[in-house]
């Protein structure tokens, strides 16, 4: 299974009661977003890896970043278990997000 493709979702509740919070809030969404995750809800957030496996490197640069006072949770499915899943959007059903053409450079 470490080389089956794995989606990486990380959930999170930052404080935005301070302009401080909130700069140190946009600064952790932006990293996500740097670091190829995309918004699935608004803090929800969601990184396909093809080669699958867990990402220590990516754990250790979160829990770095996390803001004081944030909670944040960080869970890997596989993408059988992403394709799975149930997707409403005003009580219609969706497909869940297909996972990103992959491009390559010579």
């Known amino acids: 299974m470490a080389d089956d493709p794995m989606w990486m979702l990380v959930m999170f ?12 809030a946009n600064r ?3 990293l996500l977003l740097d670091s190829g995750f995309s918004m699935v809800q608004f803090s929800i957030y969601a990184r396909y890896t093809p080669t699958g ?12 970043n996390v803001p004081p006072g944030g909670k944040v949770r960080v869970l890997f499915l596989t993408d059988k278990q992403w394709a799975g899943m149930s997707k409403f959007s005003n009580a219609v059903e969706e497909e869940p997000e297909k ?7 010579f």
């Open 13 to 24: 509740d930052l404080p935005v009661q301070t302009k401080a919070q909130v700069r140190f």
């Open 53 to 64: 496996g867990s990402d220590v490197h990516m754990l250790r640069v979160l829990k770095s």
């Open 28 to 30: 952790f969404r932006m």
């Open 99 to 105: 996972p990103p053409e992959q491009l390559a450079f």
